[in-house]
């Protein structure tokens, strides 16, 4: 019997395989370095010496310093401590701004908080799936506590226009913050340039274990922790260090900073290869989200007339998303792509494509074709009904 091949891989962007490098790094620490980071004797000091070294490979990465680092367990609980901590140090100010197109991590805390009373505005975007910067001017005027808008998102990889969003909103005196899980490793990030206060990482979108990620806090910004305990991580994290994880994502933020062009340049190439495959068998096909500024890695494609839940059930040589994995398989349009105007019935067309390191030509022809044949035979299936 004839082995049955695993299916390509097009959803880095729900989650990424670790680095050999990374787990070769982390291993010592899963068996034999095994103590406490806060005890004051050797094995304690080995330990806390491991969690430096990460902060400052995870600092190189965003062009931080390394005491600027929290480390947390992952994205989610990086939004979560940057909204929810500034929302009680700055309780004064009860409104926050953000967008329309926020990842639940970032969209519920605000949510929770408008339901404790909390004013939140929610900036619009463009047919191209970036935020309208024009409105974020006036928006922001009445002295918001907070702006938080994602870097890149998540399901269309469009780059959000944040150090323009950032200029207005520290002239209004708000504090800035960014969701960068989609883009850190990715492409170049740098916090000084896009001017962020808080800046959110989450390990396993960048070859890194799960259950561990970093939040970038500016000296002297004002941030209260969520969770209460010991002093560990400046205070704003109490808890035992996931070290071993923690080790591994610093091993992950270095082999970005040495691979990130490289790795963009194949990747994006790659791309745009599959799209135009796609294209040229695929009449109507259409891009959610603009061509550029966009995630190297990422193509969010339109299938007309179908639903790309039933599309990638035909397809079972492709493992990909409708759209955010936490939402794949409801079988509902998402809300990012109808917020950028594209009407229901086509927004449920939507698949998305993400590559990573491991991505193959091959593996790009071969999906091409996978996902050619099921559009071809539910359109055929829709024909004649």
């Known amino acids: 019997m004839a082995e049955t091949l695993p299916p390509i891989y097009l959803d880095y962007n729900a989650s990424t395989p670790l680095l050999p490098e990374v787990l070769d790094a982390m291993l010592p620490y899963l068996r034999e370095r095994f103590g406490n980071p806060s005890s004051a004797h050797v094995y304690g000091q080995r330990l806390r010496e491991a969690v430096t070294r990460a902060r400052r490979q995870v600092a190189a990465l965003i062009g931080a310093d390394g005491e600027e680092i929290v480390f947390t367990s992952g994205g989610t ?4 401590l940057a909204i929810r901590g500034v929302a009680e140090a700055r309780s004064d100010r009860r409104f926050i701004v953000t967008s329309a197109i926020e990842h639940p991590a970032t969209a519920r805390p ?10 939140v505005t929610r900036l619009p975007v463009d047919a191209g799936g970036r935020v309208r910067v024009a409105e974020a001017r006036a928006a922001l005027a009445p002295g918001a506590a907070l702006l938080t808008v994602m870097h ?3 399901e269309t990889g469009v780059l959000q226009p944040v150090a323009e969003l950032a200029a207005l909103a520290h002239d209004s005196g708000a504090l800035v913050h960014t969701d960068a899980a989609q883009s850190v490793g990715k492409v170049t990030v740098r916090v000084r340039e896009l001017d962020v206060d808080l800046l959110s990482i989450a390990g396993h979108k960048l070859y890194a274990p799960k259950g561990v990620g970093a939040l970038y806090v500016r000296r002297g910004t004002p941030l209260a922790p969520f969770l209460l305990g010991s002093a560990a991580e400046h205070g704003l994290r109490p808890g035992t260090e996931n070290v071993a994880s923690i080790v591994g ?9 040495r691979d990130l062009a490289e790795v963009s340049k194949r990747v994006s190439a790659l791309r745009d290869e599959l799209w135009q495959r796609l294209t040229a068998e695929i009449p109507g096909l259409a891009l959610n989200g603009q061509p550029e500024p966009r995630l190297p890695n990422t193509l969010n494609a339109r299938f007309p007339g179908v639903s790309g839940a039933e599309l990638l059930g035909g397809a079972p040589e492709v493992a990909a998303s409708t759209g955010s994995a936490c939402h794949a398989g409801s079988g509902s349009a998402s809300g990012a792509i109808l917020a950028m105007g594209v009407p229901p019935a086509e927004a449920i067309g939507s698949v998305r ?3 990573g390191r491991d991505t193959t030509a091959q593996e790009i022809a071969t999906a091409a074709a996978a996902l050619t044949r099921s559009w071809r035979r539910l359109v055929r299936r829709e024909e004649k009904r």
């Open 77 to 80: 609980e990086s939004n979560n």
């Open 110 to 119: 605000c949510e929770w908080l408008e339901a404790h009373g909390w004013r």
């Open 152 to 154: 890149a998102n998540n």
């Open 249 to 257: 994502l610093g091993a992950a933020c270095e082999a970005a900073t």
């Open 353 to 355: 494509l993400s590559l």
